[in-house]
């Protein structure tokens, strides 16, 4: 019985997974910390003519055109200032480098499968379309975002479209 229990035991650490957990207002977020390639300040963005509203532009990030989505906007949610806390994260998303910016990291958090609930089943497309589910830390809830599916399949090729001609 002991040997089985430690067995399981072991079975759910191989099955845990870090997140990167972020906030944006007074909620925490938390993203597959392998699809994070570096955070940054928010350095000056080139405002893109015509591109959606949470594009807020691109940045050169060493000779990488890498466009970047206000996630507070993407999300429907009040437009914040930005302050010293406020950073860039950089993503690669299926060959992609796009940045996401967020109001601060919290820290990179560990998640056994036990630990995270499905997400409710509410009429918001976020919830259907970017939810993972919700990570339950003692005291603390984190929503967990698919950050892969933060952009539709067009909004992808957009972006694509659009760091091509400012590459040339």
Same mark, same amino acid.
């Given at each position: 019985?002991?040997?089985?229990?430690?067995?399981?035991?072991?079975?759910?650490?191989?099955?845990?997974?870090?997140?990167?957990?972020? &906030?944006?207002?007074?909620?925490?977020?938390?993203?597959?910390?392998?699809?994070?390639?570096?955070?940054?300040?928010?350095?000056?963005?080139? &405002?893109?003519?015509?591109?959606?509203?949470?594009?807020?532009?691109?940045?050169?990030?060493?000779?990488?055109?890498?466009?970047?989505?206000?996630?507070?906007?993407?999300?429907?949610?009040?437009?914040?200032?930005?302050?010293?806390?406020?950073?860039?994260?950089?993503?690669?998303?299926?060959? &992609?480098?796009?940045?996401?910016?967020?109001?601060?990291?919290?820290?990179?958090?560990?998640?056994?499968?036990?630990?995270?609930?499905?997400?409710?089943?509410?009429?918001?497309?976020?919830?259907? &379309?970017?939810?993972?589910?919700?990570?339950?830390?003692?005291?603390?809830?984190?929503?967990?975002?698919?950050?892969?599916?933060?952009?539709?399949?067009?909004?992808?090729?957009?972006?694509?479209?659009?760091?091509?001609?400012?590459?040339?």
């Amino acid at each position: 019985m002991t040997v089985s229990n430690g067995q399981n035991s072991a079975n759910n650490n191989a099955m845990a997974q870090e997140f990167l957990v972020f &906030r944006l207002g007074q909620e925490e977020y938390g993203i597959d910390i392998l699809k994070v390639q570096e955070i940054r300040g928010c350095d000056r963005v080139t &405002r893109i003519p015509n591109a959606h509203d949470f594009i807020t532009g691109v940045t050169n990030l060493r000779g990488v055109i890498v466009p970047i989505v206000d996630l507070r906007l993407r999300f429907n949610l009040p437009e914040a200032k930005q302050d010293e806390n406020t950073v860039v994260i950089v993503l690669n998303l299926n060959d &992609r480098i796009v940045g996401i910016v967020v109001d601060g990291v919290v820290d990179v958090q560990s998640m056994d499968v036990d630990q995270i609930k499905p997400a409710p089943e509410v009429t918001s497309s976020l919830s259907s &379309r970017y939810l993972l589910g919700i990570g339950v830390l003692d005291s603390r809830m984190v929503i967990l975002v698919n950050i892969e599916k933060l952009l539709s399949r067009e909004e992808l090729e957009l972006m694509d479209s659009m760091t091509e001609a400012l590459a040339e």
